[in-house]
């Protein structure tokens, strides 16, 4: 077969071969593949499957433009295809490999997440098909093998199952070992539970056996532990909790084979016998202690039974024996009723009398004696308990009946008949069944002797007369043997449920026995075979219905009491079927043996039976029937009810079967005894020696309550005799081995050690042992109470441990001491970081600080240490010696310098600076900048610059040197620092001919960073930014000397290291924070390509570049674009500031300024690569790599945890201080696919960092980078893509709002335009930080996930508080339409979630920095509320409303924090005022729409609002006038009143309106008292400040009035118009406070008579001691009409306020006569009427609205309208200007008219004006409906009742015009919806045209 190429079409298979009988066979190139029915081009295949193995997930839309396709659906169909492929390549592979991942050399990683789609933006389809899937991932070095499982449920108990099918279990057998034994090392366990519980795990997971072993010994030690509490408590004093206890002792008695502690045995006993003593007992604790008893008594292990039955036996010896007889009414007897049971009885007479050890046996008959014996010692009532419980025990005791021994006797008296034994063991029947029962016993002396208990029976007078056999001596001497038989009857029935006889056939054969017409040969045979057919039991129901027992019984009863003998041939058969009817039926054998006299008929039937040489054998079964009921079944003795239908109806216990002569084969049953435990396997366990001294530490801890206890006792016990047994003591090592492992107890004997050594190898081991125990608690996940430092802390170590550091080491030995000794408290302070080190620190620093040779800090010196080395020896150890020495230093110095800066301690933060300077000072002293060839790869210079790092990062630490001035010591770093610069740099080479190590750069840059900050703060009047340049330190001679300047630091900007040129940038923004700086800066770049600015722009928008640099790069650009720039070239030839500058070679343009910068913004697309940012965030909380780190990278990494953990607190902490974070964890490795993209390790990450593009803008070429580069790298560098983290966007943010800031319109326009805003608000994930926060509250959270969630949650509220700032700047630039897209609704709702975030009391960062953020988002929701109301506030109130609780609490914590967060307090006030102004607009609504409240509307008029309006109130109270924030809380506290109802009712309720009345008076009589004295600027101001506060009084009181009528009548109560009638003459003086005072009083008076009143009334009645007397006639309404009366003033506001308080007045009748009694309306006649088509805005039409409003008011009233009536040329007046006024909305003159018409003596006066009339009329014609309503309505009124009015209104044409508006008024009814005003408009015509009509 060949290929065949045709042209243009796909090549084909062609096979010639001669079997094809020279046919050619062609096939196709697709056949037997997924082409094979396909059309699709292979190419287009071949394309699409290159596509899809990338795994690149790509759009149809992008195939479709790539050309792989035409068509969507041709796509999806191959897109099915090869899913099919893949998933059954996945099944084959899974049948073939089982899918097993996990080796030797590959972890498997287990983790869940959630799947389901997620709508972004609240678009799109929501999806309720989310699933949990769990997920496996098998990774080794270059391999990662996934498996992918959909799971319903979670649990462990669902994902193990899954877990162990895929994971391979292939653990060596050494580690499963190894894990056993440490889950078995009890003090391990107790010194570190938290790993105990993993090693658990671990082996469940690992080894099933091991772990079953494991359980065992668990339960194990928990019976130990219970057997010990058992002990304590029963010896115990007081009152018991006996339910407990029994429950402890039935798990001590469990424990037995293991502890073997026989003692409690007795404890066990004396429990029993107490709870059994009292007849009030509770049943419960009796039953239970029973079951104890009876376990103990058939307890498989030998020891354990014998000492039951010994202990037993003392008690009954203590409670029955002959020393109780002489004590009167002794109660001791009492002690044996827990014995007097059946079950116990016969579980001692059926097991304990046969047992094969003699110590049971012979306690068993003792105990027995005892009790038969002890009539005369017991009391009648516990005689006849012990009688009914023996009862159902005779006939096992009696199978000891016998004269051998005294208890076979006793058991012989039980059955004894005779007169003085009258209150025997038993009663009379009993007595004879247990005769009749003695005749079966084995020995023929026992059956002699029942046989004369029985003749008293048998010849008892009342018996038969005539009975038979007659007693002779040949009957009395066979009776002994009457039932001793050779024969065994099988006594088993067929109990087939298919039955072969007929009931016919058996009816018949009974027919026959009982008939007595019938011949007795036949009634035999009937009864002979009756025998026979009751073998089968399905027939005994059948003759039981016929009577058949009954019929028996009789016929034994006859055959024995009769004379006749022609009934004994019917006897023996009778027997026989009696005896199975008896054996299947048990109600009937309970009948019968109860039955004495059957019993005695039964004796004589056999002596008859026998007498007639027949076979007795049925006879005795039917007997032994009878006499062994009591014991014939099971459930007699467990107390159960037997379920088992298998079992036989007739069973006896195998010691009876044993004992008894029984002439039949019995089913038994207690071969055992029933209460015997079966005890699992022990000895298996017991043989381990782990587990053995697992045991032993368990028992002994239990049995000493505690380990402290136990260790005590080792070490103060000094008898050797065990108190328990010998095998649970532990040994010398075992003792030794505890006390080391309790911390504790180790520790001190370290500390021990120390103070009593006597060489320096002693204390060196307890040191080495201190600090192993501090190292031993990094293995716990957790730390908790029980760590070794805490343990430690709780110890006096300090003074041991304290005269090594003050002594300067003498020899080697010392110096490796003192190493020792810095290294364990380098340890000590590092570890396990909490509050409690506070006083540890303090010591350790007043021992650094107050030392007057300060030996520590001088050891720092190289010259010290290599001069005494020198001295000592020339060996390189004795050189290490000091190298070590020096290290562990500087390491402590460190650590205790972060200590002590992180800690709350006052103490320690004092501490802090003056060990800062000390230690700067001898850090200056190590650089030795003179000898400049030592910083040739010498460590000792990292170091020191390290530990300079530390030391300058703290505030302030210049201050603290008594011979230095903190700007001389300054400046010394700062020349050190710039030396170090330029030897690192050589001749300005840059990063390429660097030769020194990274971390010297690194340190020496954060220590600049931090200089730079300290030079800030403490040198702010000096010039010190020349002291920055390089070039003042060159010799005067170089040309090029003063032209250095900042130059050094560009180069930094562009190392190799991510540190460097982050902490090197963050020097520039702190240089630039001055405006000499920002020259430099600029200085400096001006021979680089681009400038400052392009350099800055480029390292920010450089995407290889890693984030922290970026982000410094913008906090860079940030401080220049503070700079002021010229905004055109006239402004840059007057400016200072050139920059930036751009030069254009081509066309010769040059920008300056903001032109220039909107220019280079533009050029180098600033805002799309901004948006690509937004887009491209990562919000995830780890940031790890699954790869191991780099073979030469692993030396150097101290942690082996540490690719697994993300940046600690306290490393951010480190790199707040020094300006620098570890950046490399935001660097990606490309080459994988976008969606599993994962940061490389921070160790890597450095080193493999390889040079970006952006170097040659900076005047390096690529070549020398790359050299530079490969000269440092591995061989297996890879290029790196940066993450873009929250971190960079909060920088991000921050540039764009001081863009907006300065080029507000271009960049607002580029935000929208890239949907910037809106991308930034998606990065914010309010969710992640919940659970971040929720995950902080969590007490059992790792250190490790705290420490990452509190990561998260600062990174996030950073990040909002960035994005709030930016939208606040945009919101208050921009125009309406950013207010009218569509992210603000859901921006409203993320705000809103994190104002609800809950505040973490615990973390006093995140606390701060979760305050901040919520004060940025209030002010950011204030300026969107205040610019826009209309679109922002709905969705504000709806997003507060739905999460009101928490943002209640967020208020309440915020009002809280007045003192210390003043700022957040006003925001949260500002927002709230704003807020609240927006639901003040609802409450006017009416009635109908109340249903329709939002859920902040409900808050506001509940509870909520309560709460608020207290902190309100209390804050206001507290708050002085003088403080600017009362202002701000009476504004909120206005808003919360004037729109929530139950803020008014609490605050009436609280008494605020009192106290603002009482504050009015004070006002008052201050302002009064003022007026009095000489006018001085100090009073004047004393009174403006009084006029103030009075001015916020009022409006508080006003808004606290509004609508509230409870409120009105207080301030009613409380006369508050006297108050502010007495205030009037002030209130004229200054309008502001005029309208306060009247929009009071206007709320005041609104829809409340009693407060009219009070207005109106005079000031006598009103009276107060702080307001003077004034004249009757005044009163405030004659001020407020004095107001009204004037000309239009200029202030319009007060004028029109007067008019709507006396509109408001005029409701109340007081008002309206005082308004008659004034001639106040006079004044309407002559007002001004606006010319005809004026505007409406006019004082003169103001004024005419006010005056008709007025009049409108006033005639609602019958008395008002006549008042208007009354005024001369009013009606005429009123019709002109309504006649003028039809075209308004409002006709407010036709109204008053309107009303006028209404009253009956005004109707005259109206027909009376012909205007009037005609302007009534002409309403009809109006197109308005309110006006044609308001007309016909007044014509109405004047028709109805009036006569005079219908003679003027019946003329024709007012007639015809009425109609007319009828019929097409009543036309428009029914064509449309009949509206309220429509229908009353047709109800007005219809009676109009009815009175015009009649």
């Known amino acids: 077969m060949a290929l065949q190429y045709r042209r243009e079409q ?28 396909s059309h699709v081009k292979l190419h287009t295949w071949i394309h699409y499957i290159y596509r899809f193995a990338q795994g690149l997930r790509l759009r149809q839309v992008d195939m479709l433009q790539e050309g792989i396709t035409r068509s969507s659906a041709t796509l999806s169909k191959l897109a099915s295809k090869l899913r099919k492929v893949c998933k059954s390549a996945m099944k084959r592979m ?209 020891p354990v039974k014998v000492e039951t039955y010994l202990c037993i036996l003392d008690v009954v010896k203590e409670c029955l024996g002959v020393q109780n007889v002489a004590r009167p009414a002794s109660s001791v007897y009492a002690g044996v009723h827990f014995l007097l049971h059946s079950r116990v009885l016969y579980e001692i007479s059926a097991f304990g009398l046969q047992d094969q050890a003699k110590e049971v046996n012979s306690a068993a008959k003792d105990v027995l004696l005892y009790l038969l014996k002890g009539r005369l010692m017991m009391t009648a009532s516990s005689w006849a308990r012990f009688n009914e419980a023996l009862y159902p025990v005779i006939p096992v005791l009696q199978s000891y009946a016998g004269s051998a021994d005294a208890l076979g006797n006793c058991i012989l008296l039980i059955s004894r008949v005779s007169d003085d034994q009258g209150d025997g063991v038993c009663s009379p029947a009993a007595r004879l069944r247990t005769a009749l029962r003695l005749l079966f016993n084995k020995q023929h002396t026992v059956r002699s002797t029942a046989v004369e208990d029985l003749l008293p029976h048998l010849t008892s007078p009342e018996g038969p007369k005539s009975s038979r056999p007659v007693l002779d001596k040949t009957v009395l001497s066979s009776l002994p043997s009457i039932y001793v038989t050779n024969k065994s009857v099988d006594i088993k029935l067929d109990d087939s449920s298919r039955s072969y006889l007929k009931v016919e056939s058996v009816n018949k054969l009974y027919s026959i026995l009982t008939s007595e017409t019938v011949d007795m040969v036949l009634r035999r045979s009937a009864a002979e075979q009756l025998v026979v057919v009751l073998q089968d039991t399905a027939m005994h129901a059948v003759l039981k219905t016929q009577g058949l027992p009954d019929k028996l019984i009789s016929f034994i009863t006859e055959s024995v009491s009769s004379l006749a003998t022609n009934i004994d041939c019917l006897l023996e058969p009778s027997v026989g079927m009696l005896r199975k009817l008896v054996y299947a039926d048990p109600s009937l054998r309970h009948s019968l043996a109860q039955r004495s006299d059957f019993l005695i008929t039964l004796l004589r ?26 014991i014939a079944t099971v459930d007699v003795w467990t107390g159960k009810a037997d379920t088992d239908t298998t079992l036989s109806p007739f069973s006896l216990p195998v010691s009876i079967i044993r004992r008894y002569n029984l002439p039949f084969q019995s089913p038994s049953h207690h071969v055992v005894s029933p209460y015997c435990t079966v005890l699992p396997p022990y000895s298996d366990l017991l043989a381990m020696r782990a587990v053995r001294e697992a045991l032993q530490f368990i028992w002994n ?81 957790k730390v908790t109470n029980n760590c070794s430092k805490n343990a430690l802390q709780s110890l006096h170590w300090h003074t041991p441990v304290e005269r090594f550091l003050q002594v300067c080491p003498a020899c080697p ?125 010498l460590p000792s210079l990292e170091r020191a610059l390290r530990s300079m790092a530390h030391a300058t990062a703290l505030t302030g630490w210049s201050t603290h040197t008594p011979s230095t001035e903190p700007h001389t010591l300054c400046q010394k770093y700062l020349s050190g620092l710039l030396e170090v610069i330029s030897s690192f740099y050589v001749e300005w080479g840059g990063n390429s001919m660097s030769f020194m190590g990274k971390g010297v750069t690194k340190n020496a840059v954060i220590c600049l960073l931090h200089l730079s900050h300290e030079m800030m703060a403490q040198s702010k009047d000096k010039d010190w930014m020349s002291l920055w340049s390089l070039g003042q330190e060159q010799s005067a001679d170089e040309p090029s000397a003063a032209q250095l300047g900042l130059a050094w630091l560009i180069p930094l900007w562009v190392d190799r290291d991510p540190e460097v040129r982050c902490a090197s940038l963050a020097v520039g923004t702190a240089l630039s924070s001055l405006q000499s700086g920002c020259m430099a800066l600029l200085a400096s770049c001006q021979n680089i390509s681009g400038g400052l600015w392009a350099t800055l722009l480029n390292i920010l928008l450089e995407k290889q570049e890693c984030s922290m640099v970026r982000r410094e790069a913008a906090f860079l650009l940030q401080n220049l674009l503070v700079m002021p720039m010229p905004a055109n070239a ?158 960079l966007l909060s920088a991000v943010c921050g540039l764009l709002a001081n863009l907006v800031a300065v080029l507000p319109e271009f960049t607002l326009t580029a935000l929208r335009q890239n949907h910037i805003l809106q991308g930034a608000v998606s990065v914010l994930d309010v969710v992640e930080m919940e659970r971040c926060l929720a995950e902080l509250r969590n007490p059992v959270l790792l250190p490790a996930d705290v420490e990452e969630a509190r990561n998260q949650v600062l990174c996030g509220v950073y990040y909002a508080s960035s994005v709030c700032k930016l939208l606040q700047c945009s919101a208050l630039l921009s125009d309406e339409d950013f207010f009218k897209t569509d992210f603000l609704t859901p921006l409203l709702n993320t705000l809103i979630s994190i104002l609800t975030l809950p505040l973490p009391r615990t973390d006093v960062c995140t606390q701060d920095a979760l305050l901040h953020t919520w004060a940025d988002v209030l002010m950011l929701l204030e300026t969107l509320l205040l610019r826009s109301p209309a679109a922002v506030g709905p969705s504000a109130c709806t997003a507060v409303g739905k999460r009101w609780n928490g943002f209640s609490d967020t208020v309440h914590v915020c009002v809280g924090l007045l003192g210390s967060k003043p700022s957040l307090y006003t925001a949260c006030l500002h927002f709230l005022s704003v807020l609240f102004s927006q639901e003040v607009r609802k409450r006017g609504q009416k009635a109908e729409n109340s249903s329709s409240k939002d859920a902040l509307s409900a808050a506001l008029n509940g509870e909520p609002a309560e709460q608020l309006c207290e902190i309100l109130l209390e804050r206001y109270e507290k708050t002085q006038f003088q403080d600017p924030l009362k202002k701000i809380t009476a504004k909120a506290l206005m808003s919360l009143l004037a729109c929530s109802p139950s803020a008014q009712s609490y605050a009436c309720k609280a008494g605020f309106i009192d106290s603002c009345v009482q504050q009015i008076k004070q006002i008052y009589t201050q302002l009064h008292l003022e007026s009095l004295k000489p006018g001085k600027a100090t009073h004047r101001k004393k009174e403006e400040n009084s006029l103030k506060e009075l001015r916020m009084v009022l409006e508080i009181l006003r808004n606290c009035l509004y609508q509230n009528n409870e409120c009105k009548d207080v301030a009613t109560d409380l006369r508050l118009t006297a108050a502010l009638l007495a205030l009037w003459p002030w209130l004229l003086l200054h309008d502001s406070i005029m309208i306060a005072a009247l929009e009071l009083l206007c709320v005041y008076t609104a829809n409340c008579s009693t407060a009219c009143r009070a207005v109106c009334g005079s000031s006598s009645s009103s009276s107060h001691s702080t307001v003077p007397r004034v004249p009757l006639t005044n009163s405030l309404m004659h001020g407020v009409m004095k107001l009204a009366a004037q000309v239009v003033p200029d202030c319009s506001s007060i004028h029109s306020l007067a008019f709507s308080l006396l509109a408001n007045l005029s409701v109340s009748r007081d008002c309206r006569g005082l308004l008659q009694k004034s001639n106040f309306l006079q004044h309407f006649l002559s007002v001004p009427v606006p010319r005809q088509g004026s505007k409406g805005s006019s004082p003169a039409a103001v004024t005419l609205s006010q005056w008709l409003q007025l009049l409108l008011s006033i005639s609602f009233g019958k008395d008002g309208q006549g008042m208007i009536v009354k005024l001369h040329g009013a009606v005429e ?25 209404f009253c009956s003596a005004n109707k005259a006066r109206v027909l009376a004006c012909g205007k009037a009339i005609e302007l009534l009329v002409s309403c009809l014609d109006s197109s308005s409906l309110e006006i044609r309503a308001v007309g016909v309505s007044a014509l109405w009124a004047l028709l109805h009742n009036y006569q005079k009015a219908k003679a003027t209104l019946k003329c024709p044409s007012i007639r015809l015009k009425v109609d007319e508006a009828y019929t097409l008024t009543k036309k428009d009814a029914q064509q449309k919806n009949q509206e309220p005003l429509n229908a009353y408009l047709l109800k007005c015509l219809e009676h109009l045209s009815k009175l015009l009509n009649t």
């Open 1773 to 1797: 007046l009123l019709a002109d200007l309504a006649q003028s006024m039809l075209g308004e909305n409002t006709p407010t003159a036709l109204l008053v008219l309107h009303n006028i018409c």
């Open 605 to 630: 039937a056999s002596l008859l039976i026998k007498a007639n040489q027949s076979d007795v054998t049925e006879a005795a079964v039917l007997m032994c029937f009878l006499l062994f009921d009591e």
């Open 1130 to 1287: 006239e402004e840059a030839e007057d400016c200072v500031w050139q920059s930036p500058c751009v030069h254009d070679e081509g066309s010769g343009v040059s920008l300056v300024g903001l032109p220039a910068l909107q220019a280079l913004l533009y050029h180098c697309h600033f805002f799309d690569h901004v948006a690509e940012m937004v887009c491209s965030c990562y919000r995830g909380r780890y940031a790890f790599s699954l790869s191991p780190p780099p073979a030469h990278a692993q030396s150097e990494m101290n942690d082996s945890l540490r690719h697994l953990r993300g940046p600690t607190a306290q490393e951010l902490r480190q790199a707040n201080s020094s300006g620098s974070v570890s950046t490399s964890s935001t660097l990606l490795p490309p080459g994988g696919s976008s969606e599993t993209r994962s940061p490389v390790l921070s160790s890597a990450g450095a080193e493999e960092d390889t040079p970006f593009n952006r170097l040659t803008a900076q005047g390096q070429s690529d070549a020398e980078s790359s050299d530079s580069s490969l000269s440092q790298d591995s061989p297996e560098t890879f290029t790196c893509v940066a993450m873009v983290t929250p971190h």
């Open 813 to 937: 030995q010392d110096e490796k001491l003192l190493v020792s000794l810095v290294s364990f408290l380098n340890t000590f302070f590092k570890q396990n970081q909490s509050d409690c080190d506070d006083n540890d620190l303090r010591w350790l620093a007043e021992l650094l600080i107050k030392q007057e040779t300060h030996v520590l800090l001088d050891l720092l010196l190289v010259d010290e240490v290599k001069t005494h080395t020198q001295a000592q020896g020339k060996g390189e150890e004795l050189q290490d010696v000091g190298q070590q020495l020096q290290r562990e230093l500087t390491g402590l110095f460190n650590t205790l310098l972060l200590r002590l800066t992180s800690t709350s301690d006052r103490m320690c933060r004092l501490l802090s600076g003056p060990l800062a300077s000390e230690l700067a000072v001898r850090l200056l002293q190590c650089l030795r900048l003179s000898d400049a060839p030592r910083f040739y790869g």
């Open 94 to 302: 899974r049948r073939a490999k089982k899918q097993k991942i996990g080796s030797p050399r590959e972890v498997v990683m287990i983790d869940e997440s959630k799947f389901g789609h997620k709508r972004k933006y609240s678009q799109g389809r929501s999806s309720n098909r989310k699933s949990w899937v769990f997920g496996m991932l098998g990774v080794q070095a270059h391999e990662r093998r996934p498996v992918l499982r959909i799971v319903k449920r979670r649990s462990k108990r669902h994902l193990m199952p899954i877990l162990k099918n895929y994971a391979n279990e292939n653990l060596p057998e050494s580690t499963v070992t190894a894990v056993f034994h440490l889950c078995l090392d009890t003090p391990f366990s107790l010194a570190f539970p938290s790993i105990h519980e993993s090693a658990v795990a671990y082996l469940e997971l690992s080894s099933s056996d091991s772990y079953n072993l494991y359980r065992r010994v668990s339960r194990a030690a928990h019976m130990m532990e219970a057997t010990c509490s058992f002990i304590k408590e029963a010896q115990a004093e007081g009152d018991k909790n006996w339910l407990e206890l029994l429950e402890l002792g039935d798990q001590a008695i469990d424990g037995l084979p293991y502890h073997q502690h026989l003692p409690i045995v007795k404890q066990c006993i004396q429990i029993c016998s107490y709870l059994w003593k009292s007849a009030q007992a509770s049943p419960l604790l009796q039953m239970e202690s029973q079951k104890i008893l009876l376990k103990l008594l058939s307890h498989p292990l030998l």
């Open 701 to 781: 801890q239990a049995w000493h309550c505690g380990t402290e206890a136990l260790l005590k006792h080792l070490r103060t016990s000094k008898s050797h005799a065990p108190e328990f047994h010998a095998d649970l003591v532990l040994t010398e090592t075992q003792a030794v081995l505890l006390r080391v492992y309790d911390v504790k107890t180790g520790l001190q004997d370290c500390i021990e050690a120390v103070q009593t050594a006597s060489s320096h190898s002693e204390v060196t081991s307890a040191l080495t042992r201190m600090h192993l125990y501090l190292l031993t608690d990094r293995l716990a996940l």
């Open 10 to 37: 796909e090549p084909d298979w062609v096979c010639r071969d001669k079997c094809h009988n020279k046919h050619t066979i062609r096939r196709s190139i697709r056949k037997g593949s997924i082409f094979e029915r």
